[in-house]
């Protein structure tokens, strides 16, 4: 499952700085909650998430823990006392085990590809912004 969520007004609060730390512990959150990371990357104001599902949890449960946890250790332990947060949708796209090398590559490549604007613009839509069909607006 792919899953894609923006910062709050898609403001650049993921800096270069914690952008690491913030990955890694994203990673953590998932395989504490049963869904292996298969690639996670991003820009400054969103993250790509591609995890191996699992069917004991549900798509907002995992991202409650993740978006949740996630921006309390940014503003805790990252960036001590500095207001972050979320949007508070997020887009939730099926990849077919044929896709999954492609959407790794997206995924570890977004910098490239915002650079080059060679996007992918459905997995692009984090919320409200993406048609009714291809995003999970909960």
């Not at 270069?16 to 991003?42: N, S």
């Not at 798509?59 to 960036?79: A, C, D, P, Q, W």
């Not at 887009?91 to 085990?97: D, I, K, L």
Request: charged letters at 25%; proline letters at 4%; a negative charge.
């Amino acid at each position: 499952m792919h899953f894609v969520w923006a910062t709050h007004d898609r403001l650049p609060l993921i800096t270069p700085d914690i952008e690491r730390r913030l990955h890694r512990y994203i990673e953590a959150v998932c395989i504490k909650q049963g869904c292996p990371v298969l690639a996670i990357g991003g820009m400054p104001d969103h993250v790509h998430l591609l995890v191996a599902y699992s069917n004991t949890i549900t798509f907002s449960e995992l991202m409650k823990h993740v978006k949740g946890s996630s921006s309390r250790f940014i503003t805790k332990t990252l960036k001590l006392d500095e207001w972050f947060a979320w949007r508070p949708n997020y887009g939730a796209f099926a990849v077919s085990y044929e896709a999954k090398d492609d959407v790794i590559a997206y995924i570890r490549n977004q910098k490239q590809h915002h650079a080059n604007n060679d996007l992918w613009e459905s997995y692009e839509q984090t919320d409200e912004e993406a048609p009714d069909d291809d995003a999970t607006t909960e």
